[in-house]
């Protein structure tokens, strides 16, 4: 009897010391990573999460339909913002900017041509007509007083005397074409050639700025820094606006966020700012950590399944963002189970515990 007694006393002896052992590795475990430290005291919010990026997913695309011609990223490089990431064949398009250039230089030259008027050669041609018609003016006006005079006298026939005044009247009018034209070419720009002329440069300029536009759209390029993280499409195929064809998917991913499926029975428990963190399967106990930077005006339907047999699928969730604390690092689109401290610590300073 006394022997069955010392075994059982020392069977439970060795449980308790087990027991010891287990919670003082758990307990040194955790220690090993920088989380925040939550009051056993305060409540806490289970909710399944999908970790993702700060500007979420962005699917880019083309502008313009055509074929690719290049596609020189692949996934997991590193972007910056302006950088190429596709370009679409453009000879056609380049063409369109040459022509655009050439016309813009002819509306320019015609501008110049008006503002500064005719050439000097123009005027001195223009100046010596008006001196020749003057002469041939001069001479038939001498020649025509004379025919008069003789007429008078009846030295000549009044017919010709006649002819010799019309002669005179040509002359006239040919020093009025003369002098005129020479007005004209020495004469400054009138406001509304000029105006026209500048309108045509306007025009010029705008169809050059509208075909380098469309040149530039061939090539498609980031809009952020941040990680490529689908290669979509690849050189040699089409793209088209018509329908739905992103040639890459980018993320922003210097800030990490949890996307959290709240159950509708703990959203009153809900507030921004309060302290949470995240663990994955794929991380065993390792915590990180948190805190809440929005949350849900509207329920809906779940967006992170558990793939459990007993999962509920008809439960109503409330939408809550959670942002990582700087210097962690998760996989985008990873399922975690997240924890949110509901209790009075929840606004208090967060404690960080170093390995």
Do not use: W
Request: a negative charge; charged letters at 30%.
């Amino acid at each position: 009897m006394k022997r069955s007694l010392y075994v059982h006393s020392a069977a439970v002896a060795l449980c308790l010391l087990s027991t010891v052992f287990l919670l003082r590795r758990r307990g040194n475990s955790v220690q090993a990573s920088p989380v925040a430290s939550f009051s056993p005291h305060d409540g806490l919010i289970s909710a399944p999460g999908r970790v993702e990026a700060v500007s979420e997913e962005i699917r880019i695309g083309s502008e313009l339909s055509g074929r690719l011609r290049s596609v020189p990223v692949e996934e997991g490089d590193r972007v910056h913002k302006g950088q190429v990431l596709a370009e679409i064949e453009n000879d056609d398009y380049i063409a369109r900017v040459s022509a655009a250039e050439a016309t813009l230089a002819e509306r320019q030259a015609e501008l110049l041509r008006i503002i500064n008027g005719a050439r000097s050669q123009e005027r001195l041609a223009a100046e010596a007509n008006v001196q020749a018609a003057k002469a041939v003016l001069d001479n038939a006006r001498r020649e025509a007083e004379r025919r008069r005079n003789l007429a008078e006298k009846e030295m000549i026939s009044h017919d010709e005397a006649e002819r010799y005044e019309r002669v005179y009247h040509v002359a006239q009018a040919e020093y009025d074409r003369a002098t005129q034209e020479f007005s004209l070419v020495d004469a400054d720009a009138r406001i509304e050639d000029r105006r026209r002329a500048e309108a045509a440069v306007s025009t010029a300029q705008a169809q050059l700025a509208e075909a380098r536009a469309y040149l530039e759209k061939t090539y498609v390029r980031s809009p952020l820094d941040g990680v490529v993280l689908r290669k979509l499409r690849h050189t040699g195929e089409n793209v088209s606006t018509q329908f739905d064809s992103p040639i890459v998917t980018l993320a922003d991913d210097s800030s990490l966020r949890v996307r959290l499926d709240v159950d509708e029975t703990d959203v009153a428990r809900l507030r921004l700012g309060q302290l949470a963190f995240v663990t994955a399967e794929a991380y065993g106990s390792r915590r990180f950590a948190g805190h809440i930077i929005r949350v849900g005006r509207i329920l809906g339907r779940k967006n992170v399944r558990t793939d459990e047999p007993s999962e509920r699928v008809d439960t109503k969730i409330l939408e809550t963002l959670m942002e990582l604390d700087p210097g962690q690092s998760l996989p985008l689109g990873l399922r975690v189970d997240a924890y949110v401290q509901t209790g009075t610590g929840s606004e208090g300073q967060r404690s960080t515990q170093m390995p």
